[in-house]
């Protein structure tokens, strides 16, 4: 294929696109465009030895690559040292906050660092301290702070 003046066989256009896939999930990480560089790369490999490289050998090597590292990473979780640091209810569990409206009918407010969260529980006046027990959405569970 020739572009201007510059000519590459099909093969350094996958390869390409493998290169380009490849950084893009590093820009953009998903642990999904990989696969697909992975398939772009084979797909290169196999125009390159065999001099066959159609779009329909990409689409198969990229769905066999895809449900692969879907099966691995299923087999082989990604842990993490903090599970907790995007879910900022659970991050709040087992923290000491302030009544800032009556936890009435098990219905109230707590202020959490310089923000008010909804909180249910048992009835609580304002300015008494409360310990979160768990959330349920946006909204806290608390219970009686003893300590």
Same mark, same amino acid.
């Given at each position: 294929?020739?572009?201007?003046?510059?000519?590459?066989?099909?093969?350094?256009?996958?390869?390409?696109?493998?290169?380009?896939?490849?950084?893009?999930?590093?820009?953009?990480?998903?642990?999904?465009?990989?696969?697909?560089?992975? @398939?772009?790369?084979? /797909?290169?490999?196999?125009?390159?030895?065999?001099?066959?490289? /159609?779009? @329909?050998?990409?689409?198969?090597?990229?769905?066999?690559?895809?449900?692969?590292?879907?099966?691995?990473?299923?087999?082989?979780?990604? /842990?993490?040292?903090?599970?907790?640091?995007?879910?900022? /209810?659970?991050?709040?569990?087992?923290?000491?906050?302030?009544?800032?409206?009556?936890?009435?009918?098990?219905?109230?407010?707590?202020?959490?660092?310089?923000?008010?969260?909804?909180?249910?529980?048992?009835?609580?006046?304002?300015?008494?301290?409360?310990?979160?027990?768990?959330?349920?959405?946006?909204?806290?569970?608390?219970?009686?702070?003893?300590?």
């Amino acid at each position: 294929m020739q572009i201007g003046p510059i000519y590459f066989e099909a093969q350094w256009w996958w390869l390409i696109l493998a290169i380009i896939l490849g950084i893009a999930e590093m820009v953009m990480p998903g642990v999904f465009l990989i696969w697909l560089g992975a @398939a772009a790369a084979l /797909t290169g490999i196999i125009t390159l030895t065999l001099g066959i490289g /159609t779009p @329909a050998i990409f689409a198969v090597a990229g769905i066999v690559a895809v449900y692969a590292g879907r099966t691995w990473l299923k087999r082989h979780p990604i /842990t993490s040292s903090d599970p907790d640091l995007n879910d900022r /209810t659970a991050r709040l569990i087992g923290q000491t906050v302030l009544v800032v409206e009556a936890i009435d009918g098990g219905h109230g407010r707590v202020k959490v660092g310089d923000g008010v969260w909804l909180a249910t529980g048992p009835d609580a006046v304002v300015g008494s301290r409360v310990k979160v027990v768990g959330a349920d959405g946006s909204r806290l569970k608390v219970e009686p702070f003893s300590g």
